[in-house]
């Protein structure tokens, strides 16, 4: 499966769906994610909206088998394992699954949630992504996690029973956090023996809790200088473990990458459901209103983001979308090469100008390129070019600089 991925072009063209669910318990201080608060939710009416949505998309995506499906969130481990089933039925009789499909579901560690995995792993669901967030339970209650250690890592257990594979996020770079604290910490985290790590630094995101604690001087976050030294431990300690980051923040043991995620960062097709879900959807014949019709661009897809406007959305097109827009050959290339970046193994020059017919002067500044090569922070392999290690936590910094 994983080999049908490449950026080189495989004959198999993988084919996604991303599935939101919206709510959470609460809402925690450092998230920007779509994610609702509400005092109750009528799973009837979202078993109805979110199976029309899938419905409206899979008759635009005919003869495409999928290779994954994500459930995120929100709070996906929320869900009614019945439901879950019934989306991941529909999903198969709209598409067909390829062989070895991945199917994740990103789960909270709570005891309450956790007493599901079992029906979750009957459903369909053979891998979850646990959000730990830490192993301390001081910073839990510091980053608003309603959990525990003792009640996280009992949760763990249970998941490494019930599914194939597992994941879980920590969160670092915390203000005042030490070099030798996380490294303790990762040195632990890796001792589960998960196949499959996501380490965050923790920023600050516009509109969150923490934005406002920052800007009234409440809360210090790490320096810069201190969040290098702390991502370039983490790429020592993890590599050693075999381990190593295939992504920015992602790590996993050989072959354990998170396929789903790889399609988003090889920038395939991928549909998108549920409250403010995204998508890129392949090509298709579009009519225009002088009644001609011709092939367009890929469209990018956004479904409504609050809860309450996606369901009226559904009940009265038949579909959640809220805005469809079809990309031209730049903006492809633009987010082709942003996305692909964050990965270690980079970018192919030759296939992104075949997907988008732009020559490689128009998809990267050759000046900036030698410049950045010459610094170390780029690699170039014939048409494939590739951040380094240690420019990693710059990318932000370099893409405007090599973007044509």
């Known amino acids: 499966m994983h080999e049908k991925l490449s950026l080189d072009g495989d004959s198999v063209i993988p084919l996604a769906l991303y599935v939101h669910w919206p709510f959470c318990v609460s809402k925690c201080p450092y998230c920007d994610f779509n994610s609702h608060v509400r005092d109750t939710v009528d799973m009837v009416a979202w078993e109805t909206a979110l199976l029309a949505d899938m419905a409206y998309e899979a008759a635009l995506n005919p003869n495409r088998k999928l290779s994954s499906i994500f459930f995120g969130g929100g709070t996906p481990s929320l869900m009614p394992p019945k439901l879950v089933e019934k989306i991941i039925t529909q999903a198969k009789a709209h598409w067909g699954f390829e062989d070895g499909i991945e199917i994740t579901l990103e789960a909270n560690p709570s005891s309450v949630e956790a007493a599901n995995f079992d029906a979750l792993s009957r459903a369909g669901i053979n891998r979850v992504s646990l959000g730990l967030q830490s192993l301390d339970d001081q910073t839990l209650e510091f980053l608003g996690r309603a959990h525990s250690v003792d009640e996280g890592l009992a949760a763990l257990d249970i998941a490494q029973k019930a599914f194939a594979r597992n994941s879980f996020d920590l969160i670092y770079a915390r203000p005042d956090q030490s070099l030798k604290a996380w490294e303790e910490e990762l040195q632990r985290g890796l001792s589960f023996g998960t196949d499959h790590l996501s380490l965050y630094q923790l920023t600050i995101e516009p509109s969150t809790r923490f934005e406002t604690l920052v800007r009234n001087g409440t809360l210090t976050p790490a320096d810069d200088d201190h ?10 300690i993890t590599a050693a473990a075999k381990m190593p980051s295939y992504e920015i923040s992602n790590h996993a043991r050989e072959g354990q990458q998170s396929r789903h995620n790889l399609i988003y960062w090889r920038y395939q097709d ?6 403010g879900a995204h998508g890129r959807r392949p090509n298709r014949e579009i009519a225009h209103s002088s009644n001609s019709s011709e092939v367009s661009h890929s469209y990018a897809t ?14 009265r097109n038949g579909n959640g979308i809220k805005a469809e827009n079809a990309l031209d050959a730049q903006t492809r290339a633009i987010e082709a090469i942003i996305m692909g970046l964050r990965l270690r193994e980079g970018i192919n020059l030759s ?12 998809l990267i500044d050759p000046k900036a390129l030698n410049k950045l090569i010459d610094m170390g922070f780029i690699r170039q392999e014939e048409s494939r070019i590739m951040i380094t290690q240690k420019a990693m936590p710059l990318l932000d910094a370099i893409l405007p600089q090599i973007i044509a």
């Open 270 to 275: 991928y549909i998108g459901i549920g409250p």
């Open 227 to 236: 969040c290098a030294d702390l991502y370039a431990m983490t790429a020592q």
């Open 302 to 315: 956004e479904r409504h983001k609050k809860p309450e406007n996606y369901l009226s959305g559904v009940a």
């Open 351 to 362: 296939v992104i100008e075949q997907k988008t017919g732009l020559q490689e002067d128009q």
